[in-house]
């Protein structure tokens, strides 16, 4: 599972992918979500002021944790799709979503 971390910047490494974009202070893109790190680029972000960046990282999870996840992720669903019908396009809307939260499952 990918999760979101905020490392200070002196503790990041080339090759981490950022989770958020970065901001200037007037509010324009620095660096685009999921940019990967180079040394350039982490003493430019220095240079500028910036003190930390939220990473992207991968988190093993223990079974029994993530399985507990899944069946909590499904019953929410069984509860906001009960009245929705049982045609085509609900049911490929509940497998979208099933899918989608069960990837991201934090």
């Known amino acids: 599972m990918i999760v979101t971390k905020t490392v200070?910047?002196?503790d990041v490494e080339p090759g981490?992918?950022?989770?958020?974009?970065?901001?200037d202070?007037?509010?324009?893109?620095?660096l685009p979500a999921a940019a990967a790190l180079t040394d350039g680029i982490l003493q430019s972000l220095e240079?500028?002021?910036?003190?930390?960046?939220?990473?992207?990282?991968?988190?093993?999870?223990?079974?029994?944790?993530?399985?507990?996840?899944r069946e909590a992720i499904e019953q929410q669903l069984a509860r906001l799709f009960r009245k929705a019908g049982e045609g085509a396009e609900t049911m490929a809307l509940h497998q979208?979503?099933?899918a989608f939260r069960l990837d991201h499952c934090a």
Do not use: Y
């Not at 981490?16 to 901001?23: C, E, G, I, S, T």
């Open 8 to 10: 200070a910047i002196a």
């Open 16 to 23: 981490m992918r950022l989770a958020v974009a970065v901001l």
């Open 25 to 30: 202070d007037g509010g324009h893109v620095l």
């Open 47 to 69: 240079r500028r002021g910036v003190s930390q960046l939220q990473i992207e990282s991968q988190e093993t999870l223990d079974p029994a944790v993530l399985a507990a996840r």
């Open 96 to 98: 979208a979503v099933l």
